[in-house]
């Protein structure tokens, strides 16, 4: 019983932890984000960080869960509008969603800025 207490704090912590580095309540009320997608990307990050395996297969590499961990309780506000702007993007049908949510979640650090320069790049044809 103790256990199952401690796993569910931990989850809370977590979870309120993930939120508030998402501006979670903003990002909801945007009329552009639909809340039950954002709510899955929090359970989804809630489920990596806080499995019991020791690694998270990300882009089909096993990462150690506390380098998973840091970087989801890194993002932002605008990483979560990144992610869910590249999947709308995203031209080819994305086969396996968990997949690409967790992989797109864990380079969103390394990759937004890079991702919307090549955007205006490409719009202002340079």
């Given at each position: 019983?103790?256990?199952?207490?401690?796993?569910?704090?931990?989850?809370?912590d977590n979870e309120d932890e993930i939120k508030s580095n998402i501006d979670y309540d903003i990002i909801v009320e945007n009329k552009q984000n639909d809340k039950r997608q954002i709510d899955e990307i929090?359970?989804?990050?809630?489920?990596?960080?806080?499995?019991?395996?020791?690694?998270?297969?990300?882009?089909?590499?096993?990462?150690?869960?506390?380098?998973?961990?840091?970087?989801?309780?890194?993002?932002?506000?605008?990483?979560?509008?990144?992610?869910?702007?590249?999947?709308?993007?995203?031209?080819?049908?994305?086969?396996?969603?968990?997949?690409?949510?967790?992989?797109?979640?864990?380079?969103?650090?390394?990759?937004?800025?890079?991702?919307?320069?090549?955007?205006?790049?490409?719009?202002?044809?340079?």
């Open positions: 019983m103790q256990y199952a207490k401690h796993v569910r704090y931990i989850l809370e929090v359970t989804l990050m809630l489920d990596a960080i806080c499995s019991p395996s020791p690694t998270v297969r990300i882009n089909g590499a096993d990462i150690p869960k506390a380098a998973v961990m840091e970087r989801f309780l890194q993002l932002d506000s605008e990483h979560i509008e990144y992610v869910i702007f590249a999947m709308e993007q995203s031209k080819p049908e994305i086969r396996n969603i968990r997949t690409y949510l967790l992989t797109a979640l864990y380079n969103a650090p390394t990759t937004m800025d890079s991702y919307y320069s090549a955007i205006v790049s490409r719009d202002l044809n340079l």
